[in-house]
């Protein structure tokens, strides 16, 4: 028997898991983020798969790193990580014809109170929302799971930026807000890949676009957090596919 979207996908998830725990070991202060870039290119090579983002609409990158006010997009280059930094990997991998899709966000020093907030609020609407899927709920639902939780603690949840499908392209529909209304959108049916990726900030939600056409800040400049997991759809609930280092 061929094997089925759901084998493949589980199994780009666990090697997407395989790759970002080592560049999570090697991201310590001093190092560049192209460093970084430069060691993802040579995993996806060790374990055989292709950095999704990679060319995706012209991204130079293999990796996405985003630093502080950065929401999302960072394209690695000289910058120095910094021990104080916040720092958000978004990374995918295209195995024997599918994409898989997760991010997640850290920092050097546990005791960091207010950075460590922002990261498990991320974290925890992350968990949250897919701990309360299920095949007949609706795309709202999740927005509105993941927005009622990040703004009951005072966090502010990006609107122009949003989860999606996943699949044999990197983003496919239905796209999945952070933000909403219970009882709206598309209804959930098995079998469906979803990248589920709430991106928080400690401000305001309005980010704007960098010059150099990719990265998202923050408008008002405040730390930003982004976590991301591809889920299935199974008969009575979610499936998490992609593993993250923590
Ligand atoms: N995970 C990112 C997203 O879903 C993918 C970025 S593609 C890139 O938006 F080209 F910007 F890297
Ligand atoms: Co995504």
Redesign the pocket.
Known sequence: MPKDKLEIMTEGGQILGVILSEIRTAAVPGITTRDLDDLTRRLCLKYKVKP??LG??G?P?AI?ISLNDEV??GIPNETVIASTDLISL???VFHEGYHV?A?FTFTFDDNDWAKQKLIKTAKDALYLAIDQISPGMKIGDIGYVIQHYVEQKGFGVVRS?V??G?GKE??ENPLIPNFGQKNTGTILKKGMTL?I?PMITNGDYEVYQESDG?TYKTCDHSLSSHY?HTIYIDDNNATILTVLPE
């Open positions: 999704s983002f995706y609409q991204y990158g996405c999302v997009h978004d990374f995918g899709d991010a930026l989860g999606h996943v990197l983003h990248a990726e990719w991301e």
